[in-house]
């Protein structure tokens, strides 16, 4: 299974933007983390559209845009059509999860469900035959630079297995508190896919590279190990 890296460039320097993601793409990351978040869901702002629309022209890295937002469903439409590839969506925050997620499916996208650190892990289940990817937070959803949750873990352990049962492939992302030290933890579980923030934009070349040796290693280390997820 392959691993993969998504820079949230929510610790970016918004005035090197440019470079930064350029950086972190040359160094190995597939995805790129675009949080947006609107000051009710959590209680920062962040940015949304036109940014996302903005990076799209110049990017050609697998846009994996996390709705921290009300109502996602209001906005699923705009996000697609400014190129998101994926987007997710918070299960906390959504009217109705299936139509939401058939209606990122009907805009030509892949859908994600997140769910936050006090959501009872099982309540996913039942989302996903229509999911493409989970998104396990780490930390309460709002801020870069937080203490990963322990207990996350185990949730993250869990959901590989629901995933497994599942007839098609769906990532398993982690988001919030990964550093150096608990990435192996995280990769064991179960998760395929790893947001960073505050850890890889301090030095954002040289910090992915340091984290995709891990995820590379980890990758051999766990060559059929898990059934069922994704393969490719
Ligand atoms: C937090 C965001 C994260 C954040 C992660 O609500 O969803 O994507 O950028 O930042 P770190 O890796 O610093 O915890
Ligand atoms: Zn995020």
Redesign the pocket.
Known sequence: MKNILAP?I??ADIMRLGEQIEAVQKAGADYL?I?V?DGVF?P?LSYGVCVVESIRKSCDMVLDV?L?IVEPHRYVEAFAKAGADIITVHLEACDDVRETLEMIHFHGCRAGLSIKPQTPVEDVSGFLDLADLILI??????????T?FPESTQRIRYLREQIGKQSHPIDLEV????TEENLREVLRAGANVI??????FSDPEKNTRRLMEILREEEKENTGAIIGGRTD
Do not use: C, R
Request: glycine share 20%.
């Open positions: 949230s929510l610790s983390h949080d978040m959590v920062s996390h921290m937070m780490g930390v309460e959803p709002g801020f870069a630079g937080q990963y988001d919030g508190g990964i947001v960073s923030g505050s850890v890889i």
